[in-house]
């Protein structure tokens, strides 16, 4: 049943998104529906987190990051977000793999 409401938000986003950015959404989702990636941090180096507003911000990313649509409003990142966003990963993954080679090199 997840999988369908999943697959309906992601038709209703479908028409404002080209279809590179599709699949960098895709790709991101995938990515992100696991524990590996700490999604405050993302959300922080996204849209900044100030004390009163961090519970919001990771709220609304979640709701993005899942295109729900919540009292006849579609939460979806736009492609500015999403450039962003995959610009974070990279930069992780960047530093994990570097990190990795220093433990390797010993």
Do not use: P
Not at 17 to 45: C, G, M, P, T, W
Not at 68 to 92: H, P, R, V
Request: glycine share 4%.
């Amino acid at each position: 049943m997840k999988k369908d409401i999943r697959k309906l938000l992601r038709e209703a986003t479908d028409d404002t998104l080209s279809n590179k950015a599709n699949a960098q959404y895709d790709r991101i989702q995938r990515l992100l529906d696991n524990n590996i990636f700490n999604h405050a941090e993302i959300v922080d180096k996204l849209w900044g987190i100030g004390e009163k507003d961090d519970a919001s911000k990771r709220s609304l990313f979640r709701k993005k990051l899942n295109r729900e649509e919540y009292q006849g409003t579609k939460y979806a990142f736009d492609e500015k977000e999403l450039t962003k966003i995959i610009q974070i990963l990279m930069d992780t993954s960047t530093t994990i793999r570097k990190n990795l080679g220093k433990t390797t090199e010993k």
